[in-house]
């Protein structure tokens, strides 16, 4: 085995593909609601950042509840308004990835096709925010790992630990 598929092997883990699977839901409502808001005759001349912000808004819901539901569904719960407003910190960061990618492409580069918006907002911003996100979200927003340790309860990870519970 390689060492490349040997490291893909590692990262697949119930928690990280399930984290993933959310992930890929909130992109396509990310996706599908930034291009329906370039649509609209409302924004269409605007700054595409404005249609971003609302998309990503949107998407936040959606993986928020989905992660909290599936992919840290067993994790300690503490303190919901600390959680969520951990979550709304880094996903605002992850969305200042996605606008800084967007606006390097558009603004100074002039590259204003939708396709362009697309591939900088939604392809390179997107993947350097979901390493971010997934990273903060265990690290702080879920008390996974040290965090969990340090609050005197075992870590959780993920998925594994549920199906060891039974569940």
Request: hydrophobic letters at 50%.
């Amino acid at each position: 085995m390689s060492r490349c598929s040997q490291f893909v092997a590692r990262l697949m883990t119930p928690e990280i593909m399930t984290f993933l699977a959310v992930g890929g839901v909130g992109y396509i409502v990310d996706v599908a609601a930034f291009n329906v808001l370039r649509s609209l005759p409302s924004l269409a001349a605007a700054d595409p950042s404005i249609a971003k912000l609302l998309a990503v808004a949107l998407a936040m819901v959606v993986t928020y509840v989905g992660n909290r539901a599936l992919t840290w569904r067993g994790a300690p719960a503490g303190d919901r308004r600390r959680e969520v407003s951990l979550f709304v910190l880094f996903n605002l960061i992850g969305l200042g990835i996605s606008i800084v990618t967007l606006s390097i492409s558009h603004d100074f580069l002039g590259l204003t096709s939708r396709l362009a918006d697309n591939i900088s907002a939604n392809v390179v911003g997107l993947a350097l925010g979901t390493a971010f996100r997934y990273w903060s979200y265990k690290r702080f927003v879920f008390a996974t790992g040290i965090e969990a340790i340090d609050r005197g309860r075992p870590p959780y990870d993920g998925l594994a630990s549920m199906h060891a519970a039974g569940h």
